[in-house]
């Protein structure tokens, strides 16, 4: 085959509104998936004692087709009682087809929530988790820390969601107390879609100082090296129990050569009053300076 013509073939499969992953200023090779493009991190004044719901809102400016692995985190990592989790929206959601069926499942778009050990070495088995409906997939494995997860397909578009993390039931199990948080994604019409719980060990709960967001690229065994997107991604002022907690400061990092999750450069973030921007493009060059960088993000008024 002529390289020409190759080179046009490989361009036509490429989704519209994505850019090739190996499109570099100087043709550098690209580091592993997956990619953070960018971490946003809010510093509060202070934890927040009992803790009952977490609320971020996200909105997305364009469709990303189930040809990309995008995975949009509204909660990047979130902490209480020193036990970890995170989740968000991607465009390929994979998992376990259920607890005793772990054939991997690729059913596209979904929501996704999941929980770490407190020593990340100790298994989250899937007492720990709970499905919304029976499309749910789940997942307990130890390739990124042990963990436990909940999956569920959701038909996301371009629009605005609210990404909930809500207290539930507290119960005794094998004379521990344990409690059952709930993942939900509200859409802009305010309908709610449950996505499954997953058991925390304890009953009363203080979440952290601080909390991230995420824009990823990533790579499964259906898409192994994803195209990057072109979209940009807005989120919201993180709120706990229902109000904005008190800002310290709000900061950006885009990891680089040699760091975790190192990722080509080809998203900037900005402030826009208590939001954050994250617009996704073209690969480009990024001076050291930029890499990590405050963000004038102003606290939004009580609710």
């Known amino acids: 085959m002529k390289p020409a013509l190759a080179i046009l073939i490989a361009l036509l499969q490429i989704p519209p509104g994505a850019l090739p992953a190996a499109e570099t200023p100087a043709a550098k090779p690209l580091p592993p998936p997956p990619w953070h493009l960018a971490d946003i991190w809010w510093t509060f004044e202070n ?26 985190s509204p909660c990047g990592l979130a902490r209480i009682n020193g036990l970890d989790f995170y989740g968000g929206l991607q465009s390929n959601i994979n998992g376990w087809a259920n607890a005793t069926n772990h054939t991997r499942v690729h059913p596209g778009k979904g929501a996704i929530f999941s929980r770490w050990s407190r020593d990340k070495k100790t298994p989250v088995g899937m007492e720990h988790v709970r499905i919304a409906g029976s499309d749910c997939l789940v997942e307990s494995a130890g390739y990124e820390g042990e963990f436990a997860s909940v999956r569920r397909p959701f038909a996301w578009t371009k629009g605005t969601y609210t990404y909930q993390i809500l207290k539930a039931k507290t119960e005794m199990s094998d004379g521990k107390t344990n409690t059952w948080f709930t993942c939900r994604v509200k859409d802009s019409a305010g309908q709610a879609h449950e996505i499954g719980s997953l058991r925390f060990e304890g009953d009363d709960f203080t979440f952290w100082s601080k909390h991230s967001a995420f824009v990823e690229v990533y790579s499964t065994e259906k898409i192994r090296r994803s195209a990057i997107p072109e979209v940009k991604i807005t989120f919201g002022y993180p709120r706990l129990n229902g109000q904005p907690p008190k800002l310290k400061s709000a900061s950006v990092n885009h990891p680089g050569p040699g760091e975790r999750s190192a990722a080509p450069d080809c998203a900037s973030a900005i402030a826009d ?28 008024p009580a609710i």
Do not use: C, W
Not at 47 to 69: G, Y
Not at 273 to 290: M, Q, S
């Open 47 to 72: 934890p927040t004692p009992h803790f009952q719901s977490l609320e971020v809102e996200v909105t997305i400016d364009r469709d990303v087709p189930a040809t990309i692995n995008l995975y949009v």
């Open 273 to 300: 009053g208590p939001n954050v921007i994250v617009t996704v493009g073209p690969i480009f060059e990024r001076e050291a300076k930029d890499r990590k960088h405050p963000l004038g993000v102003k606290m939004p």
